[in-house]
Every structure is written in structure tokens, then in C-alpha cells.
DNA sequence: TTTTTTGTGTTAGTCAATAACATGTTACTG
DNA sequence: CAGTAACATGTTATTGACTAACACAAAAAA
């Protein structure tokens, strides 16, 4: 087989980037940082950046939680009420992150809300979470739901989540996280009850 | 006296640049439209483009929908709750343009939705109008509320506010906006109550 | 009139992103 | 094993957004 060989060298290349790039980023500040010297960094050609990332922004933006928070998401058990099921799935999924790796997620997310371009690109980004979410609340109990109501209220999980994630990092990671997410969608029931 | 009439040229500027730059970008797209050929259609060199607009994507994304709103929410009686204040507001506010312009407010949300890089600004943009929501919950009569809680509630107002704009674009203007954003706040009071 | 302010143009530059083409390296095939 | 296809990477050149430095003109203020 060939795939396994070239497909292991691929993400060993691309997590080169990635940690080159976020070490400068961290370093510098995005903007200060060109992508030349990324790719100088990792040891490859500016191309070969472009090869593995569209866009500047896409190293930091690309995390991988999706495929996590569904699994998440579906062990759930299926009498609970949609956006619960996803109010808890995301607080222990952010906890998961949280409990192993929190100066990492502290400093990437505080990255990521401090800079302009990097906060502009997180919604685009998002656009797959939020997805999910619309998966999650039409799925099989949508019970006369319009595609409206799916969309606006996977819309609002959305904003509880980056509200708690921004409370959390302005407050230097003080609270823990998962316990702001509780807060943020408790407001919501609170607010709009 | 001078500032007057320097404002008023400076005004006059600044719309024929935005003019230009929508004409354009209906005509042909938003990222085949080079700034430097917005500047010419305007009369202008591409030096003063950037001297009224930061870039490219300001051109679009600045409305001056902000005070109007903001009068809105405060010419509505103070014992209603805040987010149905906030919620009315946004209604009636959004039906003036509609009934003005709908047209053009049609082709330009469109325009916005449709452009991978307007989007991601749409957001940064509408921290102003998240903050004007947080002022309104948090304000006078905010019993209580902690700042995490006001956040989350504003944030959660501006995705009804998104998403009914969004579903309002993708069915290409068939059913009335101010409807649709009745829908969405509708949408949360049902899902997370 | 002189001086200063203000708006604009010109020019030259940086940097992200794309395209075209060359090269080396690994995997398949006879 | 020779040859060829497939793939990853590099080199170079170009576009286009955006910035900085300096020059110039016209109106305001002295």
C-alpha cells in the first residue's frame, strides 16, 4: 500500500506548519508574521504552505472538534430535549479539551478572539458547527420544526458557545470553561422563557 | 465656517466611491472587482478609496443602521422585557428600510451572504450592534443580570437577526423580512424555554 | 499676502495568494 | 530492472490589497 506512507509524511508535514506557525503567531502576532517565514520555520517552501492551508488564517482556524462533538451529540440519550443534548455535549466535549490541555486552548483561543482577522474568519469557520447543531435539533425528533426555527436556534447555541469562550478568555481563564458554557445557555432560557 | 462645506464634499465623495463600488460588485462580483477599479468609476485615485474606507470589504459592509435601531429600542415602553424590546425594534427598524428600499436591500444582503469574505467581515461588523443589544439588556433595569448573561442574550438576538436575513436571501425575497424575524425570535422562545 | 490646513495624487513598496513550469521521489507495470 | 505514471515539492513570476513618503493644489486663517 502507498497511501499509508505518503498520508503519514502529509500530516507529519502539516503538523509541522501548523506548530511553526502558531509558535510565531504566539511569538510576533499574526499579522507581524509572514508566511515566508513559517515556511522557513518548517523547513518548506511558501508553496507547500499554500499546499496545505488555503489561507493564512486556516492554521489557526482548523480544529478538528466536529467529528467529536457529534459523536458527543448522538450518545446522548434520545428522549432528552434537542438543545439540551447539545448544551451538554458541548460543555463536556469543551471539558474533554479542557481538563487535558487548557494553557494550549487558552492560548490559541485568546489568539483567535484578539485578532481581527482571525475572529472574522471563526464564523466562517463555524458555518460547520453550526451545521451539526442543525443536524442535531431537525434531525429525527424534529417534531414540526420549521427549517427557520432549526437554523435560528442552532444559531443561538452558537453564540452561547463563543459568548462563554470569550468570557473565559477575558477573564484569563479564571472560571472554568465548562462551567461559563452552563451559564451562557442558562441565560438563554432565562432571557428568552 | 469651514467644515461645512468640506463635510458635505467629503460626503458626496464617499457616496459616489460606495455607489461605484456596488454598481461593480452587482455587475461583476465581488472579487473580480479590483479596488483600483471602483476608484476609477468614482473619479478618485485608489489612494483615496483607502482614505474613506479601510478596505475593500468596508465599502459593503458599512451601514449606518446602528442609531436608528438604537432609537428604536429606546422609544419602546420601559416595562416591556429587554429582549422583546430589542426584538420590536429590530422588527420595525428593519420594515422601514424594507418598505423604502427592498430592492436594494434585497441585492446587497444577498451580495453580503453570498461573498465568502463578506461574511466572515459581516460579523466583525456587527460588534457595534451587539454591544448597542448589550446596552439595551444591561441597562437601566437590568436586575441582576450578570455580564456573561447580558452577552449571551445579545449575541443570541443578532443570530435571530442573521439567520432571519439569511432565510429571507435564500427564498430570493418571498416572504415579508419583518416576518421572518418574528419567526426566529419565535424560534428561541420555543426551543429554549 | 503669507502661512497653514486639508484633500488628493504619484510612486514605490510589502505581502498574501495564484498560476505555470521544472524537478525529484515513490509506486506500479511489463 | 527499466520505464512510466502519480505525487509532493520547489522556483519564478504575477496579480491585487494595502501602506508609507513625498509632492502639489486649493481653501482658510493669520
Request: contains cysteine; hydrophobic residues 45%.
Amino acid at each position: 500500500m502507498s497511501g499509508d506512507w505518503r498520508a503519514d509524511k502529509r500530516a507529519r508535514t502539516r503538523a509541522r506548519i501548523q506548530e511553526a506557525a502558531l509558535e510565531l503567531f504566539l511569538e510576533q502576532g499574526f499579522d507581524a508574521t509572514t508566511v515566508a517565514r513559517i515556511a522557513e520555520r518548517a523547513g518548506v517552501s511558501h508553496m507547500t504552505f499554500f499546499r496545505y492551508f488555503p489561507t493564512k488564517e486556516d492554521v489557526v482556524l482548523q480544529d478538528g472538534y466536529d467529528p467529536m462533538l457529534e459523536e458527543m451529540i448522538r450518545s446522548r440519550p434520545a428522549g432528552e430535549p434537542p438543545v439540551t443534548r447539545i448544551r451538554t455535549a458541548v460543555r463536556d466535549g469543551l471539558a474533554l479539551v479542557y481538563d487535558a490541555d487548557r494553557d494550549a486552548l487558552l492560548a490559541r483561543t485568546r489568539l483567535l478572539l484578539s485578532t481581527p482577522g482571525l475572529r472574522a474568519g471563526l464564523w466562517e469557520n463555524q458555518e460547520g458547527t453550526q451545521r451539526l447543531f442543525e443536524r442535531a435539533l431537525g434531525g429525527p425528533d424534529a417534531d414540526g420544526r420549521s427549517p427557520l426555527r432549526v437554523r435560528a436556534a442552532a444559531a443561538a447555541c452558537l453564540a452561547a458557545l463563543v459568548t462563554a469562550l470569550t468570557a473565559w478568555v477575558e477573564g484569563d481563564g479564571a472560571e472554568p470553561l465548562p462551567d461559563l458554557v452552563d451559564e451562557a445557555f442558562d441565560a438563554l432560557r432565562a432571557e428568552f422563557g
